[in-house]
T-cell receptor, first 113, second 116 residues
Framework: DAGVTQSPTHLIKTRGQQVTLRCSPI?????VSWYQQVLGQGPQFIFQ???????GRGNFPDRFSARQFPNYSSELNVNALLLGDSALYLC????????????FGAGTRLSVL | AQKITQTQPGMFVQEKEAVTLDCTYD???????LFWYKQPSSGEMIFLIY??????QNATEGRYSLNFQKARKSANLVISASQLGDSAMYFC?????????????FGTGTQLKVEL
């Protein structure tokens, strides 16, 4: 079975540009979450979507937005990129339930120059 | 607020030896879940093991076991018979339901290096 897939794997942008990152969850998983991981730190929660509705949002500016599609795939958009947005962006899907284990993709490495 | 503390920035272990990675947590929720993930240099976060706060027994998954001490609020990961492929960053995380959503709060990680 396919795991969580993310695209693109690497991305280079310049300050002020906009970027869209994509995520396909594990088949059957209805929840998708996005995390930002800056070098040397643990991942920080950005968004969670479940059944196409936003269920949670982390402490990130409004430049960050996301959505989930009817097939449960998701996009993360970041506008007006700053140098500090350079990070590994991880997508995770989960099946729900008591344990609700989150399974991560390989991430998108974003470099903002 | 939920908090995860990993006090070991780096650890070395010899191949075939066991190693313990420390994790302490802080929460006011009576029900919570604790997770360990492995992150190789490629970047993917690989789920290793889960412990629920009401689970009576310590979780085990192959060579991984979780030493759960509820009163001390610790959830240490034990890797038995270390292999070279275990060299990676290891993160302890807790399920966090505060502020909406079902998210993970991560620690700062421990870099494990397995040596011959």
């Amino acid at each position: 079975d396919a795991g969580v897939t993310q695209s693109p794997t690497h991305l280079i942008k310049t300050r002020g540009q906009q970027v869209t990152l994509r995520c396909s969850p594990i088949s059957g998983h209805k929840s998708v979450s996005w995390y930002q991981q800056v070098l040397g730190q643990g991942p920080q929660f950005i968004f969670q979507y479940y059944e196409k509705e936003e269920r949670g949002r982390g402490n990130f500016p409004d430049r960050f937005s996301a959505r989930q599609f009817p097939n449960y795939s998701s996009e993360l958009n970041v506008n007006a990129l700053l140098l500090g947005d350079s990070a590994l962006y991880l997508c995770a899907s989960s099946p729900g339930g008591v344990e609700n284990i989150q399974y991560f993709g390989a991430g998108t490495r974003l470099s903002v120059l | 607020a939920q908090k995860i503390t990993q006090t070991q920035p780096g650890m070395f272990v010899q191949e075939k030896e066991a190693v313990t990675l420390d994790c302490t947590y802080d929460t006011s929720d009576p029900s919570y879940g604790l997770f360990w993930y492995k992150q190789p240099s490629s970047g993917e976060m690989i789920f290793l093991i889960y412990q629920g706060s009401y689970d009576q027994q310590n979780a085990t998954e192959g060579r991984y076991s979780l030493n759960f001490q509820k009163a001390r609020k610790s959830a240490n990961l034990v890797i038995s018979a270390s292999q070279l492929g275990d060299s990676a960053m290891y993160f302890c995380a807790m399920r966090d339901l505060t502020g909406g959503g079902n998210k993970l709060t991560f620690g700062t990680g421990t870099q494990l290096k397995v040596e011959l």
